[in-house]
């Protein structure tokens, strides 16, 4: 191609001067128009920080919102059932979706986001009976994060789990486990016993009742009696800078309020259940492509590399896994042999009543086969309920 | 070199000049206005700063009086909800429990006791579609409503058995009509206002409730203010400034639902009342600044021309140096390098005119050595044949009687030719002192190392000049009170006294002057280091055209056939050579003509 002639390119150069001057005149007093893409998510606090700094820095135009992740359940379900105001983008938790596909509530994503190179626990997240329902964001679940210079447990079991925090157990450091008094937390132990959350019969069974009498006598011998609710996590942290935890049962969340990260070290736990955050697009969404676009940038290799080297988060795509924190790939492989909750749409619902019956039999107000009665009375109400 | 140097010089210094201050306007602008923008920028944050921490000390004592109401409301009915958990089925004591329940929390507008199924057991009816708060963690505090015409949140806490069972809900809805009391009082700057937005953007209280531009409430302002926006996109809080408004939000929602509802709380002020003081300080730093330019601006407009002027005329004075000037400027005066730079030119222009002097003497030297050369030659090839023409013209004399017709020709020839003699030997004469080498005026000078005494040569010259003197009817007087030997040959000193006294006679017998005096005088010098000698006559003198003149070869004022020219020009050859000078000047009482010459006096 000949250049253009001197003064063809000098004006061809003024008048893409002046083009561009007027684009950007026009540009910088084009009055501010709110995002035509919305999108609604449960990130805490940090997390929204970093997704604001991405978004602006992609130069991302999205009107972003935050819903509580305890009401995000709820007010996503109303949101969603009402087509009204509807995102075209949301962060869910995974036990959320089966509740949200039976409502016929969500839109299948392209087949080139789910070709993507996730990983085989990521894939398995967004999907539900084979069909894809969104894009995976994390992968989470529990585990065991020690102090480096404490020796793992002989295997992932309870059993070795519970000795090896016998082992260390100190006059200065009484209570080395650390756990919750959570449904959640206390799915080894069903499991362990062979239960099963809302598997038939609840929790009524006998394995319900020995699991709960395992886990509430962890409490006050090697793990500590429980802190007055909504203290928890002020509590733990505390006790892990004075080093009291030599084995902590939670998940990458917690990875970023512990500080020097050169003191974690991950195992795997038996039994452990595996979750994770999901990307889905609502049927109702008035701009369903840009929220799948959106999805496909927040979890682009850059992106993923941003949240895991601050959060140390275990990225959802192999090659992302790659190039992610140690920390990062210590909790993906401690995850494997996690296992997802059942994929029922009450499973979320199932906790509110778990909760609170291990609370009772924690505390002594109730004996393991009072509170385990309860709560399969509480969840034969429950399941019909949000039957779809 | 073109064009007119005077121009060229004046274009350079004013393009000097203008560099000058512009050099010394940058030295002042930039210091000026980096310093003016860091300050105009540092004061900007530090407002900024001061005005946003303001603002959130104050949105955030507003959010924690809010929030701390809604917990304290959530406490109590919390502890309600065990309470009755416990006895569910004793309606006394349920109603009793409610109505003291209504009593503490004054913000409780109604309450109801739901049983697990959401149906209402005790209180006041409750909308239908009430979740009482599966995979709520416990209760949770719903979104704003309204409710006749007020703002409500309904508050749903679990009521929980001694086994973690569920027994049922209570459900409070909290008036939030205390948001808007508690908004409505607080002071805010002028044109200032505070929102309370719930989750979806609508404004449930604002301090500017009444005013005509208010937000009204009730309205949503998700999508119209980015503020608004930011603040339900954020989980904490920030600021923002856009659309002339500065906002600071603090997002009151928190991780977890018992941290309250879904609000968020917003200060905004119109960005330049915000900014006020930024902006008068921007002001004042930008007229003192640009007063402190302008200063500088004139300051160096005055130093720049001082500091070219006298490079103007350096260049000036170069230019008429270049240009062969032998006018003398006057000396260029200037501070510093500058008067020194003058000082060295004025040296470097004196240096040149001594340079370009000389070596126009030397060049006239040449050309007199050449003329000497040449003439000493034509007067040799001359002089035998003249010596035989005139003796043969005497000898023919000798043959002719008186009265022959031939013998006044004869006699013509004659004197003709001898007059051609003495032309000729003037001429040899003139050569002969021009042919002197260094290596003769070394040895003159070894001969005058005795010297010579100057009254005796007086004394001989008078003896000389006495026939010729008596011709002309002159007097002629000698008056000696030197008396030290003088460094020049004593012949020399006498060709140059008798050729000054033959001009003085001559002069005076030119002008017609008969019993004028001619003065012989030799007395010392100032000093005392030589020997002065005058020769003064009451002639007509030498006009001051011609002083300059008259001391050049073949210049001569009398007439023609009577002066060869070069009298003058050997006894100034003859002076130079002894290390004297001479020249011309007025008589006594500007009478007549006054050579000077001064001899040094032998060592």
Redesign the interface.
């Known amino acids: 191609m000949l250049a253009p002639l001197p003064s063809h390119a000098s004006t061809l150069r003024v008048r893409g001067a002046l083009a561009l001057a007027v684009a950007v005149a026009a540009a910088c007093h084009r009055p501010a128009e709110r995002p035509a893409m919305r999108f609604l998510h449960t990130f805490g606090n940090e997390e929204t920080s970093l997704l604001n700094e991405v978004t602006a820095e992609r130069g991302i135009a999205v009107d972003a919102a935050v819903v509580p992740f305890a009401r995000g359940r709820q007010v996503i379900a109303e949101m969603l059932r009402a087509a009204t105001d509807c995102p075209d983008l949301i962060r869910i938790d995974a036990t959320w979706l089966p509740e949200l596909v039976a409502g016929d509530l969500l839109a299948e994503p392209p087949r080139a986001l789910a070709a993507r190179d996730w990983t085989p626990e990521a894939a398995a997240l967004a999907q539900l009976r084979s069909v894809w329902w969104g894009v995976p964001q994390a992968v989470d679940g529990l585990l065991v994060v020690r102090d480096v210079a404490t020796p793992p447990p002989a295997s992932p079991s309870l059993a070795d789990l519970v000795a090896a925090a016998r082992a260390v157990q100190t006059q200065g450091r009484r209570y080395p486990l650390n756990l919750r008094v959570d449904g959640y937390w206390f799915v080894p132990w069903l499991r362990d016993e062979g239960g099963e959350l809302a598997a038939p019969g609840g929790l009524a069974g006998d394995a319900a009742i020995r699991a709960m009498t395992r886990f509430a006598a962890l409490f006050g011998d090697v793990a500590p009696p429980p802190p007055p609710a909504g203290l928890e996590e002020d509590n733990e942290g505390r006790r892990w800078l004075n080093h009291e935890i030599a084995y902590w049962i939670t998940g990458p969340w917690q990875f970023y309020q512990l500080g020097d990260r050169t003191r974690i070290a991950v195992s795997p736990l038996a039994h452990a259940p595996r979750g994770g955050q999901l990307l889905v697009v609502p049927r109702c969404a008035k701009h369903a492509d840009d929220g799948w676009r959106l999805a496909d940038e927040l979890t682009s290799l850059p992106v993923a590399a941003r949240f895991a080297a601050r959060f140390a988060t275990a990225p959802t795509r192999l090659a992302a896994l790659a190039e992610a924190p140690g920390l990062s790939r210590d909790s993906y492989d401690a995850l494997r042999g996690a296992v997802m909750l059942p994929r029922e749409p009450a499973t979320p619902l199932l906790f509110d009543d778990l909760n609170a019956a291990l609370t009772a039999v924690v505390t002594g107000d109730a004996r393991p086969d009072e509170a385990a009665a309860g709560v399969a009375r509480a969840w034969q109400r429950l399941t019909p309920r949000v039957a779809p | 070199m073109t064009g007119e140097p005077g121009a060229a010089v004046a274009a350079a210094g004013a393009s000097l000049r203008w560099r000058v201050l512009l050099a010394l306007s940058l030295a002042a602008m930039l210091p000026t206005v980096v310093v003016g923008a860091l300050a105009i920028m540092r004061a900007r944050d530090d407002v900024a700063r001061e005005v946003n921490r303001g603002a959130q000390a104050h949105i955030r004592a507003l959010g924690a009086v809010l929030d701390g109401t809604l917990q304290d409301a959530w406490r109590t009915v919390d502890l309600a909800a065990a309470l009755w958990a416990d006895a569910p089925l004793d309606t006394r004591a349920t109603q009793r429990l409610l109505r003291r329940l209504k009593a503490a929390v004054t913000i409780v507008h109604t309450l109801s006791i739901l049983d ?2 959401g149906a209402v057991r005790f209180g006041d009816p409750v909308p239908a579609r009430f ?1 009482i ?6 209760g ?1 505090v719903g ?1 704003i409503e309204d409710l006749d015409g007020r703002p409500v949140v309904y508050l749903v806490v ?1 009521a ?7 027994m049922g809900a209570l459900v409070a809805s909290l008036d939030l009509e205390f948001v808007r009391r508690r908004i409505s009082e607080t002071q805010v700057e002028p044109g200032a206002r505070v929102l309370v937005v719930d ?2 953007g609508t404004v449930v209280a604002a301090s500017d409730d009444h005013a005509p531009s208010g937000p009204a409430r009730g309205r949503s302002l ?3 203010d ?1 503020a608004v ?1 930011a603040a ?5 809080e920030g600021t923002l400034a ?2 002339g408004w500065v906002s600071t939000y603090r ?1 009151l ?7 309250g509802v ?1 609000w968020a709380i917003l200060h905004q002020q119109p960005e330049r009342d915000a900014y006020a003081l930024a902006r008068e300080t921007t002001l004042d730093t930008l007229i003192i600044g640009g007063a402190a330019l302008a200063i500088a601006l004139a300051l160096g407009g005055f130093f720049a021309t001082r500091l070219t002027r006298p490079l103007a005329a350096l260049a000036r004075h170069a230019d008429a140096i270049a240009a062969g000037s032998t006018d003398d400027p006057p000396p260029v005066r200037g501070p510093g390098e500058i008067g020194l730079l003058g000082e060295r030119i004025d040296e470097m222009a004196r240096r040149i005119a001594e340079r370009a002097a000389l070596q126009a003497a030397l060049a006239r030297g040449d050309r007199l050595a050449s003329v000497g050369v040449m003439s000493a030659q034509v007067a040799h090839e001359i002089n035998n044949p003249l010596t035989t023409v005139l003796g043969y013209a005497m000898l023919l004399q000798e043959g002719k009687p008186p009265g022959h017709p031939d013998r006044e020709a004869l006699e013509l020839i004659a004197s003709e030719a001898e007059r051609m003699k003495s032309i000729v030997g003037g001429l040899l004469e003139y050569a002969r002192a021009h042919r002197k080498t260094a290596r003769d005026l070394a040895a003159s000078s070894a001969t005058a190392t005795g010297g010579c005494d100057p009254a005796a040569v007086l004394r001989h010259v008078a003896a000389l000049l006495e026939p010729q003197l008596r011709r002309t009817r002159a007097a002629l007087a000698i008056d000696v009170t030197a008396t030290a030997p003088i460094a020049i040959e004593a012949h020399a000193l006498q060709q140059v006294l008798v050729n000054l006294g033959q001009n003085a006679a001559q002069a005076m017998a030119e002008a017609k002057i008969e019993g004028g005096t001619i003065v012989i005088a030799a007395r010392p010098a100032p000093g005392g280091v030589a020997t002065l000698i005058t020769v003064t006559d009451e002639g007509p003198g030498v006009p001051p055209p011609d002083r300059a003149r008259v001391f050049d070869p073949f210049f001569t004022t009398k007439d023609a056939g009577v002066g060869t020219g070069l009298g003058l020009a050997v006894c100034k050859h003859l002076v130079a050579t002894a290390g004297g000078s001479i020249e011309v000047g007025d008589g006594p009482g500007g009478r007549g003509a006054e050579f000077r010459v001064v001899i040094p006096n032998a060592r």
């Open positions: 697990p199924d979740d708060g599966s995979h709520s963690f416990g949770y979104d679990q929980r058995g001694r086994t973690g069972e569920l989750g979806t998700a999508g119209v980015p926006d339900l996109g954020s989980t904490v856009a659309d997002n929602s928190g991780y977890q639902s018992r941290r879904r």
